[in-house]
């Protein structure tokens, strides 16, 4: 991507923005008094279901979120359905695309795994024919933007797509956009300019503007170093039960299936140079790290395809998950879910969803008996 076509990134949906706030802050909509939490629009889930059925009979339900918006505030009460559509949200054109939430450790370490570690095994032709190619996502760099870099863009490793740059640029981000607290790297609140924000910023009583007394970002430079700071370097949990002998089956079968294709086991660190525009910790430098991922964007099929484009990444493709940490999820929150938008109840479900370039694992992953598939998922538990 070039500044011309904006670097690839997605198109902001106009009046709306790149997120949607299905809950607004007291007083965002006109009718208020009455809707007083109610965001940009209503947003409803509901589930489609279908089995899968191991060769042993055992079955297994797997469940795919649909999700509805309605009610967007230029034009409240309407659906897709509606007659004439008049929406800018709801026009055909609009890709939508729903993301849970991810799991905040090791990222200051996968920041600091060298590019070229992770270029090496990007595959674009699958040339080794192994079904699984490989490619990197190259993104907008909004600090680079910021330190006057004539060309922006920097290799994609975080969110669900790799179409961020940084812990720096994601942090960041999430606090202007998430938690609507503007920074010195994003200054102006993500939804400056529609019609909804400037409404509100006619009401009267306490009005978030923005900005401080002194009409500065709410976050200063060095609150946000902070935040920055703790997202790259909380540790990532120590693996258990790696004497149980169901365990240690797993590593053997992780290759077998070739799981390992795209959850690279191991990578090590950069020793010098900068994460995010700025010195990197001593914390992180020279780490041999086991994050079982390459970092790298995969197209993973239908069945779990958004259709939404984001940099170079295109609707089928997703990166890599890294896996450390995995066995911990449903200890930290028991509804948690897996894969993108959470429809994986289980770590057998997330796999048994693996199409695309991994169907081949997921094929072989079917043909294992009980047992073993038994030990990938405890190994999985054990990471
Ligand atoms: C072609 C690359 C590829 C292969 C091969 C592959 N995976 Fe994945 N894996 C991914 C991607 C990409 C995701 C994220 C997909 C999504 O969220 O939609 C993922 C997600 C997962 C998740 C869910 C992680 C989470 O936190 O949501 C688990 C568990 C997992 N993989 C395990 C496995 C196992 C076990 C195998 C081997 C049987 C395997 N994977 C083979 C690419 C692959």
Redesign the pocket.
């Known amino acids: 991507g070039t500044a011309d076509n904006q670097y690839c990134a997605p198109i902001k949906v106009p009046d709306f923005g790149d997120q949607l706030f299905h809950r607004g802050v007291l007083k965002a909509r006109a009718d208020w008094q009455n809707n007083a939490f109610v965001g940009q629009a209503d947003v409803y889930l509901s589930y489609e279901r279908h089995d899968v059925t191991y060769a042993d009979g055992v079955v297994v339900s797997l469940k795919k979120p649909i999700f509805e918006v309605e009610n967007p505030y230029d034009a409240p009460g309407e659906t897709k359905q509606s007659a004439n559509v008049t929406s800018n949200l709801l026009q055909d054109d609009v890709l939508m695309g729903w993301r849970n939430g991810m799991p905040v450790f090791g990222l200051g370490l996968l920041e600091a795994i060298p590019e070229a570690s992770i270029l090496a095994n990007v595959d674009a032709e699958d040339s080794n024919n192994d079904g699984?190619s490989g490619r990197a996502n190259w993104v907008f760099d909004a600090v680079k933007a910021q330190q006057g870099d004539e060309n922006p863009v920097s290799l994609g490793r975080f969110g669900?797509k790799a179409n961020t740059p940084s812990v720096r640029v994601q942090s960041l981000g999430a606090l202007r956009g998430d938690i609507g607290i503007t920074n010195p790297l994003f200054p102006d609140e993500s939804v400056a300019g529609t019609s909804l924000h400037d409404s509100y910023l006619t009401r009267t009583g306490f009005i978030d503007t923005g900005e401080d007394a002194n009409g500065e970002p709410e976050a200063s430079a060095a609150f946000s170093d902070s935040v920055v700071f703790y997202a790259e370097t909380l540790a990532v949990p120590a693996r258990r039960n790696v004497d149980d002998s169901d365990v240690r089956e797993g590593p053997r079968l992780?290759e077998q299936?070739?799981?390992s294709?795209?959850?690279t086991p191991s990578f090590v660190t950069k020793t010098s140079g900068d994460i995010g525009g700025l010195p990197m910790s001593d914390s992180l430098k020279g780490q041999t790290i086991y994050p079982f991922s390459d970092m790298l964007l995969?197209d993973?099929g239908e069945g779990?395809a958004d259709g939404r484009p984001d940099f170079l990444a295109d609707g089928n493709e997703?990166?890599?998950?890294p896996?450390w940490g995995?066995g911990l999820?449903q200890t930290v929150n028991p509804q948690a879910g897996?894969?993108?938008d959470g429809r994986?109840a289980t770590?057998e479900e997330?796999?048994l969803w693996?199409g695309?370039?991994?169907q081949q694992?997921?094929d072989d992953?079917m043909a294992l008996s009980q047992d073993e598939r038994n030990q990938?998922i405890v190994f999985?538990r054990s990471l």
Request: charged share 10%; hydrophobic share 55%; proline share 0%.
């Open positions: 699984i669900w992780f299936l070739n799981c294709g795209c959850h995969h993973m779990l997703w990166r890599t998950r896996l995995i999820t897996f894969l993108h994986a770590l997330a796999i693996h695309g370039e991994a694992s997921t992953f990938v999985l």
